[in-house]
């Protein structure tokens, strides 16, 4: 490495640091002040960590009242009930930081943040394996590590940056079987533990695989395996909610339901945005449907009564199939803020989805690379499977954040070099 090289890496790793220390710290500050998907996420690996179940502890003072006193090691609590209403990866996490080194938030801030120290580490590893080298390697690397999407949600309890922290380690494995042969079974297990960690991405590694073998680069034995395996490790947690909610139903999450709900009715195609789909009311569907209102609802029959509400608005309104359809792609794959998200923070995150949706067209109309391609079209498949189905957002596709900084390095670089020979070739003209 040159010297002039060399100081760019230092110049880098020197900008790098300081901002991962102040959102280490702002995550710090802001440890309490917690509330929302966050909360049940702690919540429920406090309640994995005290007595090994997945669901709610009935608290005395409050749980963020006991977790600020450090009470929580010393004291029993009651269990409230099962609750399958998130997935059960980083709450499984949280468990296991909080059986190790305590019952503190600061814990679980350390170890996002090493995660993504780690994650760092092996996405310059996925750039090398894709012959980078010199300057590309630095910045695509420093980008990684300072995304402002990361930065956002790296202050708050939620599991989009164990997801981000997933996509990385499974394209990696991916690549590193693609270009050296190793064991692709690594990547299969991944990428159902990446789906147990975030729904969202349900199609993304089955996209991916099957694109590959239409491209001749992956085996249709090692698609079937890989499905395989990544299927085996979703349905260990379906087959444990059969017994433990005592269902005949399919769970994944108890939430499906009410996420189907919010992704259809009669409100998407005028109020449906890419900032807001999330805070969407699903109780919408119920409005016209007839079901018994003075009944109590657990979880499960919760789950079941929206995605049957929702059967019905989609079978009473054909018409509207295709407007909210279309509504929700569009949304899905808009890189700017559909509704205002003012900060420095959300400029730099729409500017990243742009570039990645510019990167997109590159590569399907310019590269020829079949891997790249494949990842570029699984994304873009798994996007439209999960939209149709539910809805996208800014804050669900935080978590491909380090596979779009993928095709924007290499379409960036792959036009460098076009632009290079170019000019070299016009040169010799002369």
Wanted: aromatic share 16%; proline share 4%.
């Amino acid at each position: 490495m040159s010297d002039y090289l060399k100081r760019i890496k230092i110049f880098a790793i020197a900008l790098a640091l300081p901002i991962l220390l102040y959102n280490f710290f702002t995550a710090e500050s802001m440890k309490y002040d917690i509330g929302g998907d966050a909360y049940d996420y702690v919540s429920l690996g406090v309640s994995l960590a005290k007595i090994q179940k997945y669901g709610h502890l009935s608290f005395d003072d409050g749980l963020i009242n006991e977790l600020q006193k450090d009470t929580i090691s010393q004291k029993n609590y009651e269990f409230a009930g099962h609750s399958t209403w998130r997935p059960p990866v980083w709450p499984i996490l949280i468990a296991g930081v909080f059986l190790i080194s305590g019952y503190s938030l600061t814990n679980i801030i350390i170890f996002k943040f090493l995660l993504h120290l780690l994650g760092i580490f092996i996405f310059y590893r996925m750039l090398k394996l894709l012959k980078f080298h010199g300057l590309g390697l630095i910045i695509g690397t420093f980008l990684y590590a300072v995304s402002p999407a990361w930065q956002l949600y790296s202050r708050v309890f939620l599991s989009e940056p164990i997801t981000f922290f997933l996509i990385t380690l499974w394209i990696y494995m991916l690549l590193r079987h693609y270009q050296k042969g190793t064991v692709f079974l690594w990547q299969a297990i991944v990428a159902g533990i990446l789906i147990l960690s975030h729904p969202y991405f349900l199609f993304l590694p089955f996209s991916v695989w099957i694109v590959l073998f239409l491209q001749r680069k992956f085996a249709l034995k090692k698609v079937i395996i890989s499905s395989f395996i990544a299927t085996c490790i979703i349905f260990s947690w379906i087959v444990r909610n059969f017994y433990v909610l005592d269902t005949n139903e399919f769970v994944l999450t108890t939430s499906s339901g009410a996420v189907l709900a919010k992704g259809w009715n009669g409100e998407v195609i005028k109020n449906h945005t890419n900032t807001k789909g999330d805070l969407a009311d699903e109780t919408l569907v119920l409005a016209d449907y007839n079901f018994d209102r003075s009944k109590r609802y657990n979880e499960v029959e919760k789950m079941q009564l929206y995605k049957n509400a929702t059967l019905d608005f989609i079978r009473k309104n054909p018409h509207l199939i295709l407007p909210i359809v279309s509504t929700k792609i569009k949304s899905a794959f808009n890189p700017f803020p559909e509704t205002p998200r003012p900060g420095i923070l959300e400029i730099g995150r729409w500017g990243f989805q742009f570039l990645a949706l510019l990167s997109l067209l590159y590569i399907f109309v310019f590269l020829g690379n079949p891997l790249v391609k494949s990842l570029a079209w699984g994304l873009v498949i798994s996007t439209i499977g999960i939209t149709v189905i539910t809805y996208s957002g800014f804050r669900f596709r935080m978590p491909q954040v380090g596979l779009e900084l993928l095709l924007i390095v290499y379409a960036v670089n792959d036009l460098g070099k076009r632009v290079k020979s170019k000019a070299i070739q016009n040169n010799k003209v002369k």
